[in-house]
């Protein structure tokens, strides 16, 4: 049986849903594709079960300080749309590729409107990072949590990046 909580964020409340202890859902409010509030289960204390690891590890990306995350996450999707999820999981923090990129790293160059489909179904945003493909001239596209929203996550990521490798040097 599904469990949620509502968390704050930089970019508004976040809901969260995990299930047998793995986050399966990360919703933006006026997410484009975001269930109904019916299907997310009992609500659950944000300081029990999965979700202080999850607060603590968001937390700790919108400090900057979390590139990677580390959670059991069980997102719900097809195959394909599941395999999809998985590249998006290895785009670099702070990097960008198109869907035409990912298409081709599937073995299937002519699928990048199918991968913007799957990405637009992400049901994990931010911690898999669909905010991080853009379009084939490097314009922002369609982003379920808003535009507004992909272009912050993009540009604190970038500052954060920029900040990690100046304390390298």
């Known amino acids: 049986m599904p469990l949620h909580t509502v968390i704050d964020s930089p970019c508004g409340p976040l809901t969260l849903v995990a299930e047998d202890g793995?986050?399966?859902?990360?919703?933006?409010?006026?997410?484009r594709h975001r269930p109904a509030g019916e299907t997310f289960g009992e609500y659950a204390d944000p300081a029990t079960g999965p979700f202080p690891a999850v607060a603590e590890q968001l937390a700790a990306y919108f400090a900057g300080e979390l590139t990677e995350f580390d959670l059991p996450l069980d997102p719900r999707g097809t195959p394909f749309r599941r395999r999809v999820w998985d590249v998006l999981r290895t785009i670099p923090y702070g990097e960008t590729v198109t869907y035409g990129q990912i298409a081709e790293e599937l073995g299937n160059p002519n699928a990048s409107r199918a991968v913007g489909l799957a990405n637009g179904r992400n049901p994990i945003g931010v911690i898999i990072p669909c905010h991080r493909v853009i379009g084939s001239t490097g314009g922002?596209?369609?982003?379920?949590?808003?535009?507004?929203?992909?272009?912050?996550?993009?540009?604190?990521?970038?500052?954060h990046r920029f900040e990690l490798r100046s304390q390298l040097a």
Do not use: H, I, N, V
């Not at 793995?22 to 997410?31: G, K, N, P, T």
């Not at 379920?144 to 970038?158: A, H, I, Q, S, V």
């Open 140 to 159: 922002l596209t369609g982003y379920g949590g808003g535009l507004e929203r992909k272009r912050f996550l993009l540009d604190l990521e970038l500052r």
């Open 22 to 31: 793995r986050l399966s859902a990360l919703y933006m409010e006026d997410q």
